[in-house]
């Protein structure tokens, strides 16, 4: 069975203090993994889609990478406007077609203070 | 442009009410999805449109009825709910050239 588990739960920072936030996972075939940004009421904002192992990607103070086993979110010099939830989220070849569910980690609450 | 939209962001309804959640894309995508989302929880899957056919069904119950009109239009209709689904619905779209899935807003249903 498809698992995906996000360290830590919560984590607060002060505003600059730079941290990285944990996705392992352990599926059967891994057609992609994503990172989303969750803010409270809203849907998941698109942050990154990783595919292999070694690739990295960045979007402003974020920048997202992969192993086999897991992924890190690294947050360098957050502000209070990245406070958030971090969703990951795995598709594997289960099934065989483009399309299918993603498997979802618990995510992680991240907090930002001034 | 990754744009989808969900009407409405608000619904509140009685356990006898008929009503429905409308999404919509313009980005040509040809798979659409519907979340539900419980406080606190991630995302999970309730059904996949591909090509405007339903191709995924997580055993949800039949109150749930998805519709998918066009290729750019899907739909839930909803009947004599519970108040255990109140939840955060999510539609999502994807294109067939790259795995992302782009969420809407979501609808926040409360049942009574």
């Known amino acids: 069975e498809d698992q995906v588990t996000q360290s830590p739960e919560a984590l607060r920072l002060q505003e600059g203090e730079s941290s990285s936030l944990n996705c392992s996972y352990t599926v059967s075939g891994l057609r992609g993994l994503f990172w989303y940004r969750q803010d409270p009421g809203k849907g998941p904002e698109f942050l990154f889609t990783l595919y292999s192992a070694g690739e990295e990607k960045e979007k402003e103070r974020l920048k997202a990478t992969l192993t086999k086993k897991e992924s890190f979110l690294h947050i360098t010099a957050p502000k209070p406007e990245d406070s958030a939830t971090y969703l990951c989220?795995?598709?594997?070849?289960?099934?065989?077609?483009?399309?299918?569910?993603?498997?979802f980690g618990q995510g992680t609450i991240l907090t930002v203070h001034p | 442009d990754t744009e989808v939209t969900q009407t409405p962001k608000h619904l509140v309804m009685g356990m006898t009410n008929k009503k429905s959640l409308k999404c919509e894309q313009h980005m040509g995508h040809r798979a659409m999805y519907w979340y539900k989302q419980k406080a606190k929880k991630p995302p999970e899957l309730m059904f996949v449109y591909s090509y405007e056919k339903l191709s995924i069904n997580e055993s949800v119950p039949s109150r749930f009825s998805p519709e998918c009109p066009n290729s750019s239009l899907l739909n839930l209709h909803l009947h004599a709910l519970q108040p255990e689904d109140s939840a955060l619905y999510l539609c999502a779209s994807q294109s067939g050239f790259q795995e992302t899935q782009y969420f809407g807003p979501g609808t926040r249903l409360l049942v009574l």
């Open positions: 989220a795995v598709r594997t070849n289960a099934g065989g077609t483009s399309y299918g569910k993603l498997t």
